[in-house]
């Protein structure tokens, strides 16, 4: 059994017990394992940015987690909410979803996750970059083989976008909000963006990525001054700040099943329920492009293609694939992306 196993066992055991205190013996039975063992785990742990409480008789329980992502810790929280995703975590790296790239092309099984703190090419939709700092934000991407047919993928982003804004609002009681396709804000402003790309072969969709980053407990303070503007983290909007690893668990539990509900087509119903719940742009006049056509009308919600659909002043209503939007009276400039 590889050693960082035995860590996110102990952390899993932990976590369970919560409050209450587990013995080095009892940790020591239930992984098999010497209480040495276990002691020198706690010793590397502690190294790693844990704080545990330790009272003789009684044992071990965990006084605080480590403020950057810690892969053993969101390891231990996937394994008690029953998910086996293999996670791939790297402290630094060019971008998420070029790594999960490189993962595909050595075969690596599907689906698995990369993780990152930094990335120094983070990138944003329509060939734009996203700022990556080591700040407290999440920068992660999947890989999935989904076996369909390319045109049925288009609706994945706004579905996974719904889901994360139902269940993490859910969790952590925080006023999120969906900005078609699929931004989530937070009192108007982008914490979260996501980027899907896939490669076809003609008929069929070889592979998917699917790449998200949540700006969770960065400042804004630090950031230029064009994207404070439009941008925040959830730390800055709700005036406290997130367990990172849990938050990062959370995300990937959520994208997990919502991949799994889209596969199973089960997800159509839920979508037109719960899109309106949240949707920033309904009933609200919007401009923006079709291509490079500019285009007006009011939202009215999401169609089950993914497309906006959107009442034109002439009374007809045009279902919008692709574009940009901004509210007539503009809550965010979605010209510039975190
Ligand atoms: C957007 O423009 O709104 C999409 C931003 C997507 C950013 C994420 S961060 C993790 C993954 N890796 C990247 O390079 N981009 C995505």
Redesign the pocket.
Known sequence: MPDNTINVQILSKLLQSGVNFISGNDLAKSLDTSRVSIWAHFNTLRQEGFEFEAIQNKGYRIKSTPGELHADLIKAYLHNSNIDLPIIYLPEVD???TEAERHLADNHPTPFAVISSK?TA????HG?S?L?ENEGNT???FAFKPNISPELVNPFTPWVATQLCHHLSQIYDIPLQLKWPN?LLIKGKKVC???AESRVDFDHTRDLIF???TNINSDPKSWPKELQKTATSLKAACSKAFNINEFAANILATILNAYNEFINNNWKDKLQELWPTYDVLYNKEVHGFHGTIPINGVAKGIANDGALKLLLPDGTLKLLHAGELSLSSPITNVKQ?T
């Open positions: 971008s998420t979803n990335q983070g990138r944003g939709r734009r996203w990556s920068y992660i991407s931004d963006g996501m980027l790449g998200i980053g992306t």
